[in-house]
């Protein structure tokens, strides 16, 4: 295939990857997104396969490897929970990372191969961007490797820090720097590799003092991470589709990852830095034990509601664990049955990750404009009979508002408390992932129903 055909075909996918990034900006258009993703990658692989001018024999094996992967991707995608969803999202972008770094590794070591001059004389500006893709891969690799076990449980949530944290990330960070450039002069072989170790003890570094709260905001900026490596990646193979690709990731995961810092109130430039996480998450009890709360049941729950003429649904990451959509979804037809006015109302970070709970309540067909963002709905809870929280915690928590002292303050929450009544669906009265009391649980109109948040919806859907 000549080089401007390929051109305009890496052209069109890199407009079909636009197009799915717009179509996921919304949850009435993102399985049309999800298409236009699908089509654009597709094309990208045919385009570098029949640009590749002699394959030989190696054909053969990147088509077996092809099915391979695909196969493993395949059979994880069907298999996983929405609820472990996360750590997979974590899992992929260890994968793209480590690409990066291999790409990087084979472009070092035969540049001859992508015409990037021989060993011991490569390209100048191919060099730099090899160099910063392996860095940011590796960056990549490791810290995604850790916020994967953080978020499976297999390593603690809590952050873990020591002294000098801070001033470490910052000479290695400025030794990766201060390689790159004696690496441009004496392309030295040892060099190439103390950038690429030196950046997965970083990624390391970066992601142990994050707390299990924030690690929403974690798996953006890793996904940020991930673009920006592709794009490096793709200038040093001259790869119009995956500089597209890796900018449109990278820059798209930099928004997001703003966009929840301010719905988390976290500095930007901390999370960039990695130092933010350290913060003083420690988990209080608030004497708990000696604070009087309100216990209810179903019938209680079910007649509250059904006597109401508004209620807010407030779903949280307890929902998505019992997998509660279907059963809520049948309880909001049972009272709008009844003549009440039924609302979602959706914090930017319920859940483990952006838009985790709107693809949940699409699964059990909840239409979409009834689903309420936090700036849209928190004006009507003061208005609001009945709010019904369902596995919510940290994003309630009205001590956010009120103690300067709170690892949360200053987060927009949602002003559940304002409500006449507040029904709040939990296991227990255990802290959420911030490691505090949830304040809330013991106001006077809140009445809380101790269960499984499945099971108590569908009590409360048999007592309506």
């Known amino acids: 295939m000549s080089a401007n055909l390929s051109a305009l075909f890496y052209l069109i996918s890199g407009i079909l990857f636009i197009l799915a990034l717009r179509g996921l900006s919304s949850p009435e258009t993102s399985r049309r ?113 850790i916020a994967f076990l953080k978020l499976r449980g297999i390593m603690s949530g809590a952050p873990i820090t020591f002294k000098g944290q801070h001033l470490i990330n910052l000479i290695l960070g400025l030794s990766i720097l201060c390689l790159i450039y004696y690496l441009c002069s004496s392309q030295s072989t040892n060099i190439f590799w103390s950038i690429i170790l030196i950046s997965f003890l970083v990624g390391v570094l970066l992601i142990i003092p994050i707390g299990g709260a924030d690690m929403p905001v974690v798996i953006s900026m890793l996904n940020s991470y991930s673009g920006w490596a592709a794009a490096g990646i793709g200038f040093t193979l001259e790869n119009t589709a995956l500089i597209i690709t890796g900018a449109l990731v990278g820059s798209s995961g930099a928004i997001l990852s703003y966009i929840m810092c301010k719905g988390m109130n976290r500095s930007f430039f901390n999370v960039i830095l990695g130092g933010w996480g350290a913060s003083d998450q420690t988990k209080t009890e608030n004497n708990k034990e000696q604070k009087p709360v309100k ?73 979409y404009d009834e689903v309420f963002e936090l700036e849209e709905i928190n004006n009507d809870f003061a208005n609001c009979d009945v709010a019904y929280v369902i596995g919510a915690n940290d994003v309630t928590n009205p001590i956010a508002k009120s103690d300067p002292q709170s690892p949360i303050y200053g987060m927009p929450v949602l002003d559940v408390e304002k409500s006449k009544s507040v029904l709040f669906v939990k296991r227990s009265l255990s802290p959420g992932y911030a490691g505090i009391d949830n304040d809330l649980f013991y106001r006077d109109n809140t009445l809380m129903l101790f269960a499984d948040a499945k099971k108590m919806t569908e009590e409360i859907v048999k007592s309506l």
């Open 33 to 145: 997104g999800n298409y236009f993703g699908i089509a654009g990658m597709a094309i990208s692989i045919i385009v570098t396969f029949l640009s590749v001018g002699n394959f030989g024999s190696g054909f053969i094996y990147v088509l077996i490897f092809l099915v391979i992967g695909g196969s493993v991707g395949a059979f994880i995608a069907f298999r996983i929970p929405m609820t472990a969803m996360p750590e997979l999202v974590a899992g992929f972008h260890s994968l793209v990372g480590l690409a990066a770094v291999f790409v990087a590794i084979s472009a070092f070591l035969k540049p001859e191969a992508f015409n990037l001059g021989v060993v011991g004389n490569i390209k100048l500006a191919s060099l730099i961007e090899m160099s910063l893709g392996a860095a940011i891969g590796a960056i990549t690799f490791s810290g995604s490797i």
């Open 295 to 367: 216990n209810g049941n179903a019938d209680d729950a079910a007649f509250l509601m059904k006597n109401a003429s508004s209620v807010i649904i407030v779903p949280g990451y307890g929902m998505a664990v019992a997998q509660a959509q279907h059963a809520l979804r049948e309880m909001v037809d049972a009272l709008k049955k009844n003549g009440v006015k039924v609302s979602y109302a959706i914090h930017p970070v319920a859940g483990r990750m952006p838009g985790h709970m709107n693809v949940l309540l699409a699964e059990a067909n909840v239409p």
